[in-house]
């Protein structure tokens, strides 16, 4: 499957997008059906009537999905856990909710309460069961879709007010014409505002902008035990964020966010340098990042393993699931700067200071200038992509890890084997790693993207393969004291549902 998607292409692959970009536009040109339902959803029991009753007079018919087909996305997620976990006998839920307002959502947690259903909070759908155990309990979704409104943008105070169910794609929108922005870039800019928060998901753009935690000024949530306003800490006082920040939902339905936003820069240039080894190319990183410069981000990315996705001098694509990934250390590694300013001087003294911290010439850097422009297309596509990838026995999936800078180098050693070890024990080829390292102040963000061909197996046999890939992440994580997003999320678990949900009425 791999190798028929890696056709000959004229643009060069540089970061993962671009990976996404060929992969999606290989996928065009192919006839795949449509994807069926899985034969779990024809099992689904149908919602019982004095259920539907009661719930159709809080909610308006066309907001309470019951039928199977509606149902069946629900069971997992977009994400390839999600999509394993449909595949499976897990339960959908009884129905997905669409409330409009904050009222609404009181009534259906009273409502729950009342029948002892439980409620699952849903964004997008990007990682609504991480942090959750598996049950067979009966439970409903409420989806944040109709609760989007940008409420208030103040330019003075340089913040805005949105509700929970808006996304980052859709405020950059509406900034971008104000000359402002949230300085935030996530992976997915289709993510909602209040799955970003209850995940804690953190911002590729820190170096310049801050974490996730930086930006928030109030959140607002709606929880079994009321309404609860949380606000950015004053000094020496204690962050009571963390019942709502990164708790996964646990504590309730976030509904709106003041968000903290800054001036569209007036300049801005993408620098990018290539170094012989990724040893060099790490030790440029932390300079860059413990100077004064303050670049709007930095990252690493091997160039080796892109190149995969490229025209070779055949004008040939290397089929990458023939290929192990180079040795950790030995290909050519890739910096990419992004530099802001308020003139073209400015910019060119910023990138001259750049230059002349990693001792490197004016000819070795790449330049490219202006204003980033707003991703339509593959941000929104990537899910697809990914869905129509599983079901042609196709592994992408996407791992991450949080790392002190002291401990990185040996730390992407060590993950690297370990993955590739598990890519070669679960492929029907040799898969690849696409790695790429995102600086913060205190620590790296490593991405890492599996490609691979699976063997042919039922699914109890890829839930055991995925388990093992988590387990074999999570282990090479323990080892060099890092964190995965999803054990930030869990900390706050506990504290979350003692306090603002004691009856248990969240699926947790």
């Given at each position: 499957?791999?190798?028929?998607?890696?056709?000959?292409?004229?643009?060069?692959?540089?970061?993962?997008?671009?990976?996404?970009?060929?992969?999606?536009?290989?996928?065009?040109?192919?006839?795949?059906?449509?994807?069926?339902?899985?034969?779990?959803?024809?099992?689904?029991?149908?919602?019982?009537?004095?259920?539907?009753?009661?719930?159709?007079?809080?909610?308006?018919?066309?907001?309470?999905?019951?039928?199977?087909?509606?149902?069946?996305?629900?069971?997992?997620?977009?994400?390839?856990?999600?999509?394993?976990?449909?595949?499976?006998?897990?339960?959908?839920?009884?129905?997905?909710?669409?409330?409009?307002?904050?009222?609404?959502?009181?009534?259906?947690?009273?409502?729950?309460?009342?029948?002892?259903?439980?409620?699952?909070?849903?964004?997008?759908?990007?990682?609504?069961?991480?942090?959750?155990?598996?049950?067979?309990?009966?439970?409903?979704?409420?989806?944040?879709?109709?609760?989007?409104?940008?409420?208030?943008?103040?330019?003075?105070?340089?913040?805005?007010?949105?509700?929970?169910?808006?996304?980052?794609?859709?405020?950059?929108?509406?900034?971008?014409?104000?000359?402002?922005?949230?300085?935030?870039?996530?992976?997915?800019?289709?993510?909602?505002?209040?799955?970003?928060?209850?995940?804690?998901?953190?911002?590729?753009?820190?170096?310049?902008?801050?974490?996730?935690?930086?930006?928030?000024?109030?959140?607002?949530?709606?929880?079994?035990?009321?309404?609860?306003?949380?606000?950015?800490?004053?000094?020496?006082?204690?962050?009571?964020?963390?019942?709502?920040?990164?708790?996964?939902?646990?504590?309730?339905?976030i509904t709106e966010v003041t968000?903290?936003?800054?001036?569209?820069?007036?300049?801005?240039?993408?620098?990018?340098?290539?170094?012989?080894?990724?040893?060099?190319?790490?030790?440029?990183?932390?300079?860059?990042?413990?100077?004064?410069?303050?670049?709007?981000?930095?990252?690493?990315?091997?160039?080796?393993?892109?190149?995969?996705?490229?025209?070779?001098?055949?004008?040939?694509?290397?089929?990458?699931?023939?290929?192990?990934?180079?040795?950790?250390?030995?290909?050519?590694?890739?910096?990419?700067?992004?530099?802001?300013?308020?003139?073209?001087?400015?910019?060119?003294?910023?990138?001259?200071?750049?230059?002349?911290?990693?001792?490197?010439?004016?000819?070795?850097?790449?330049?490219?200038?202006?204003?980033?422009?707003?991703?339509?297309?593959?941000?929104?596509?990537?899910?697809?992509?990914?869905?129509?990838?599983?079901?042609?026995?196709?592994?992408?999936?996407?791992?991450f890890a949080t790392v002190a800078?002291?401990?990185?180098?040996?730390?992407?050693?060590?993950?690297?084997?370990?993955?590739?070890?598990?890519?070669?024990?679960?492929?029907?080829?040799?898969?690849?790693?696409?790695?790429?390292?995102?600086?913060?102040?205190?620590?790296?963000?490593?991405?890492?993207?599996?490609?691979?061909?699976?063997?042919?197996?039922?699914?109890?046999?890829?839930?055991?393969?995925?388990?093992?890939?988590?387990?074999?992440?999570?282990?090479?994580?323990?080892?060099?004291?890092?964190?995965?997003?999803?054990?930030?999320?869990?900390?706050?678990?506990?504290?979350?549902?003692?306090?603002?949900?004691?009856?248990?009425?969240?699926?947790?």
């Open positions: 499957m791999l190798a028929s998607l890696l056709t000959p292409a004229t643009t060069r692959v540089a970061t993962f997008e671009d990976v996404w970009q060929n992969l999606a536009s290989r996928l065009t040109l192919l006839e795949i059906p449509p994807a069926p339902i899985e034969m779990h959803a024809a099992h689904q029991p149908p919602l019982e009537e004095p259920l539907r009753y009661s719930l159709e007079r809080l909610f308006d018919k066309e907001r309470i999905k019951s039928s199977p087909v509606e149902l069946q996305p629900y069971r997992g997620g977009e994400s390839y856990p999600g999509f394993i976990r449909r595949q499976q006998t897990h339960p959908a839920p009884l129905a997905v909710i669409e409330p409009a307002n904050e009222r609404e959502i009181v009534a259906l947690i009273r409502w729950a309460g009342q029948r002892d259903i439980h409620l699952l909070p849903w964004g997008t759908g990007t990682a609504p069961y991480q942090g959750k155990k598996q049950t067979q309990e009966p439970f409903m979704v409420v989806k944040s879709k109709r609760i989007n409104r940008i409420l208030n943008l103040d330019k003075e105070q340089l913040s805005v007010r949105v509700q929970a169910g808006a996304t980052w794609a859709e405020i950059e929108r509406e900034l971008t014409p104000q000359g402002l922005s949230t300085g935030v870039d996530f992976p997915w800019a289709t993510r909602t505002i209040g799955g970003t928060v209850a995940t804690n998901a953190i911002n590729t753009k820190s170096l310049g902008y801050g974490t996730l935690a930086c930006n928030l000024l109030h959140i607002k949530a709606i929880t079994p035990a009321g309404p609860v306003t949380v606000a950015y800490p004053q000094s020496g006082k204690q962050d009571q964020r963390s019942l709502v920040l990164g708790a996964n939902g646990r504590g309730g339905f968000l903290r936003i800054y001036p569209q820069p007036a300049e801005r240039v993408q620098l990018r340098a290539h170094f012989a080894h990724r040893e060099l190319a790490l030790s440029a990183l932390q300079k860059i990042v413990q100077s004064e410069l303050r670049p709007i981000s930095a990252q690493l990315v091997d160039t080796a393993a892109l190149e995969l996705f490229e025209v070779n001098s055949n004008h040939k694509y290397l089929p990458f699931t023939h290929h192990l990934r180079p040795a950790p250390g030995t290909s050519t590694s890739q910096l990419r700067i992004l530099l802001t300013g308020r003139t073209g001087k400015s910019l060119d003294k910023r990138a001259r200071e750049l230059r002349e911290l990693l001792g490197i010439t004016a000819s070795q850097v790449k330049e490219k200038r202006g204003l980033p422009q707003l991703s339509q297309g593959i941000c929104t596509a990537q899910p697809q992509l990914c869905q129509q990838l599983w079901r042609h026995n196709v592994l992408a999936y996407t791992l800078w002291r401990n990185l180098a040996g730390f992407l050693v060590d993950w690297e084997d370990a993955l590739t070890s598990v890519l070669q024990s679960q492929s029907a080829r040799s898969g690849t790693l696409l790695t790429m390292v995102h600086a913060a102040k205190d620590c790296a963000l490593v991405e890492t993207l599996l490609l691979a061909n699976q063997l042919e197996s039922d699914e109890a046999t890829k839930a055991r393969g995925l388990a093992h890939i988590q387990s074999t992440a999570q282990a090479t994580r323990q080892r060099w004291r890092a964190v995965s997003t999803s054990a930030l999320a869990t900390r706050a678990l506990a504290a979350a549902g003692q306090v603002l949900d004691p009856a248990g009425i969240i699926l947790f």
